[in-house]
């Protein structure tokens, strides 16, 4: 991806740690966007009613109950899922 790494130095120069995700096509381009965010040492908040599945019939949030299909490597940040806003500023 050509926007890759201004997306990275924008993150950098900015300080940025943490990255609340939320978006279509969950098991696929949210997937890779929560993987490529660990890789590059920022912790991930993963908004569980704002991701969809397409290839899903009920369109749902495709990781519930299964982060272990979240690979981190990262040790100095992690992943979290919230399934409510108000419960989003305790992570954040």
């Known amino acids: 991806n050509k926007h890759l ?3 990275k130095q ?3 120069s900015d300080n ?3 990255l609340l995700i939320m978006g279509a096509n ?11 965010a ?7 908040i993963a908004y ?5 599945d397409f290839d899903s019939s009920p369109f749902i949030y495709p990781y519930a109950g ?3 299909k979240i690979k981190n490597k990262c040790k100095t940040c992690d992943f979290k899922e919230v399934s409510r806003l108000e ?4 992570h954040m």
């Open 5 to 7: 790494g201004q997306f």
């Open 10 to 12: 924008f993150l950098k």
């Open 16 to 18: 940025i740690g943490k």
């Open 26 to 36: 969950g098991g696929y381009c949210i997937h890779d966007s929560i993987q490529d």
């Open 38 to 44: 660990l890789q590059n040492n920022c912790s991930v």
């Open 48 to 52: 569980n009613q704002g991701i969809a």
């Open 66 to 68: 299964r982060l272990n």
């Open 87 to 90: 419960t989003l500023e305790n």
